[in-house]
Every structure is written in structure tokens, then in C-alpha cells.
């Protein structure tokens, strides 16, 4: 099937992540992500892929699919941000000797050892911030001589208050707020090619940035879910131990995920005046996470969206890594036609002050010249 034949099929839900001055989108059959370089080019790379559940249906049961897709978020999330860097360019730089000295000690890339230690702080400062912190404060609650009702709530109002600090603290990073710019465009294009516009721009700048499907909306059922879970569990299974009761948070987190998406599956797909109440607060909290894009980030998801679900555009040259570079978000679009070289070539002729002014010498040179075609 050619490009622009599969223009024409069903439209098919499409996931994305803002990345470093770009995007990433996700169809069922591929990733693409797009990057805006500092020439104000976009770098776009295309990767074809199969779903866990299409080899393993096992995997794509409900609640099951949820903790895989959980577990598939954090890896290749992590993965989608070290291509952004490089494709960004922000890898070039030559490395520090300490860097040089680390990279031979290990025998890997300095950027996949950044991008290791990077995954690991993420965990660590995770578990910390979601569990460590809450338990403690379960812990202290209990000991005070609150309830399994009080002591629980506590610790989830205790978790959700630190997501809304930590969203907040870190959306005044001048990177950062860029990032949630691109997040925004994310969300405009998705909702653009759901409405079967025409992937442009201006089509998608009418839209708003909060998403139903958004990842953040995710992180909020996950904590209400993880509330109510234990509401049950420590009324019936009191734990007094505070590292026997981080264990069973750590230990119920993939049920947790699993419920969690099935509920925002839920949520995402009804139109109840039940599922718009319940769904409310979880696209009140992408206030924290999306910025308002401008033009060219929305170019940057336009090329992302484009790409995973046609492709890359054959006309657009590669570098050496296999990247499309484009010149405009247009040439992403499977309708586009290239122009012929003649045709540039004689645009920028006629549009040449300087041609057009050779050319008039040229003749009134050739009209002052004597007449050589007469013999003598």
C-alpha cells in the first residue's frame, strides 16, 4: 500500500510524548519522533513496531495490559528522550576527559551511561517522593493513634500533594516550560487528527491542550486507585512494620497501574455526563503540565504524527543514522509533491536580481555588436 492510499484508512488512535524541542507519536504499527534543530530544520525518525500483546495476547488482557504498558512507559520513554538528545544534536559536543576517562573504564557510550544514571536517579527519586515519603507519614499516623481510614487517606493526600508541588516547581524551568509547550502540541495535534481535520497548523492551534488519554490524568487515577486499594487492605490487613508496608506498596503497584488504566480507558471513550465529572480533575491537573505551543512546535507533532502513521517521506534526504531531515512540516505530509529541479531552478532564476540583470546587458550588448553573419 503507497503512502497516500493509506491516507485513506480508518483513522486509529495515536499516543505521543513531548521530547527535548520536540515530539514523539505512536500509532499501533510504529514510532516517529520529530525534532526541531537549531537551523530550524526537523529531524524525523521512523521505527516500525509490533505491540507486546500482538506476541504475547496474554499481555493484552485488561488490568495485565495496563501494568505492562506501565512498565513499557518507563523504558522506552527513557529510550525516546536519548534519541531526542542525539537527534537535537545536543550530543556533538566533544566530551570532558572525565567523561573520555568513564566511558573506556565501562566500555559504553558516555550517552548511554548518562541515560543509565539517569533512569536509576528517576526510580530512586520516585520511590522516594510516591512511597518512602507517604509511608512514613502512615507510619507516624499510626503510631499517633489514627485509624486504617485516616492513616490511609493521609498517606494518598500526602502523595498527591507532592505530585502538584513537583509539577509545579519543575513547569518554572525555563527547559522544562518549553517541554510542556511541546506537550501541548502533542495534545492539539492528537485532537486535530481525531477530528479528521487537515494535519496543519492553524487547524490544530484551535484546540485545547488538555487530553483526556494524557499520561498526567493517568498519574491522578493511579493515586485514587492506589487510595481506595488500601483502604481495604490496611482495614483488613493491618501492618504495623514500616518497611513491610513500603514492600506492599512496591508489590501491589503493577494491580494498582493495571486498574488505572483500565479506568482511564474508560474514561477516555465515554461521553456520560458520569465519565466528563469523573475525568475532570485529571485534565485539570495538565494546567501543571501543557504550555500553549507555538507554530513551530506544532510543526514539529504535525512531522511526529505524520510520520507514524505513513511513514517517512521519500523525497527527504537521510543522514547517516537513517533520519528524514525536512525543510517544512509539509513535506511530511503523504499528498506532498516535490517540486521538479527544473521548476526550483528557474524560480530562483527569475527571482535573481542579478540573473535578470546579466541578461539585460547581454542583450543590449549583442545589439550594439556589428553584424558578423555578412562576408566579404
Known amino acids: 500500500m503507497s503512502k497516500r492510499e493509506s491516507a485513506s484508512c480508518p483513522r486509529v488512535d495515536i499516543g505521543g510524548q513531548a521530547v527535548l524541542e520536540g515530539v514523539m507519536m505512536r500509532s499501533p504499527e510504529a514510532t516517529a519522533i520529530a525534532v526541531r534543530r537549531p537551523d530550524q530544520s526537523i529531524v524525523v525518525k521512523y521505527e516500525k513496531t509490533v505491540p507486546l500483546a500482538k506476541k504475547h495476547p496474554w499481555m493484552g488482557l485488561p ?3 495496563g501494568a505492562v504498558n506501565m512498565v513499557m512507559m518507563l523504558v522506552s520513554g ?4 536519548q534519541d531526542s538528545t542525539a537527534m537535537g544534536g545536543l550530543l556533538d559536543e566533544e566530551p570532558t576527559k572525565f567523561e573520555k576517562w568513564l566511558s573506556e573504564k565501562l566500555g559504553k557510550g558516555i550517552d ?8 536509576v536517579l528517576a526510580v530512586a527519586l520516585s520511590l522516594l517522593l510516591f512511597m518512602a515519603i507517604p509511608a512514613g507519614v502512615e507510619s507516624i499516623a499510626r503510631s499517633a493513634g489514627m485509624g486504617p481510614f485516616g492513616y490511609t487517606l493521609l498517606g494518598g493526600l ?4 507532592i505530585l502538584l508541588g513537583y509539577m509545579a516547581l519543575v513547569g518554572n524551568v525555563p527547559e522544562i516550560k518549553r517541554t510542556f509547550q511541546y506537550h501541548g502540541a502533542e495534545h492539539k495535534t492528537v485532537y486535530c487528527h481525531e477530528a479528521d481535520l487537515p494535519l496543519t497548523p492553524e487547524n490544530a492551534q484551535q484546540f485545547t491542550t488538555l487530553h483526556p488519554r494524557c499520561g498526567t490524568a493517568f498519574l491522578l487515577i493511579v493515586f485514587i486507585i492506589s487510595i481506595l486499594l488500601f483502604l481495604v487492605l490496611n482495614t483488613l490487613l493491618p501492618i504495623s512494620n514500616y518497611f513491610l508496608r ?3 506498596h512496591l508489590l501491589m503497584l503493577p494491580i494498582v497501574a493495571g486498574v488505572s488504566y483500565e479506568v482511564l480507558k474508560g474514561l477516555a471513550h465515554s461521553e456520560s455526563k458520569v465519565a466528563k465529572i469523573l475525568r475532570w480533575p485529571g485534565l485539570q491537573l495538565q494546567r501543571l503540565t501543557t504550555r500553549q505551543p507555538d507554530e513551530g512546535m506544532l510543526e514539529c507533532a504535525i512531522s511526529a504524527m505524520n510520520a507514524a502513521l505513513y511513514g517517512l517521506p521519500d523525497h527527504a534526504p537521510r543522514t547517516p543514522e537513517g533520519w528524514a531531515v525536512l525543510k517544512s512540516y509539509a513535506e511530511s505530509d503523504p499528498a506532498y509533491v516535490a517540486p521538479r ?3 526550483v531552478s528557474a524560480l530562483f532564476s527569475w527571482a535573481d536580481p542579478s540573473a535578470e540583470s546579466e541578461s539585460a546587458d547581454g542583450d543590449e550588448a549583442a545589439a550594439e555588436a556589428p553584424d558578423s553573419g555578412n562576408g566579404e
Open 158 to 161: 500526602v502523595k498527591i500533594a
Open 112 to 119: 548511554k551511561i548518562v541515560m543509565a544514571v539517569s533512569v
Open 246 to 248: 513500603l514492600l506492599m
Open 78 to 81: 527513557m529510550r525516546t528522550l
Open 341 to 343: 529541479p527544473e521548476a
Open 63 to 65: 488490568v495485565i495490559r
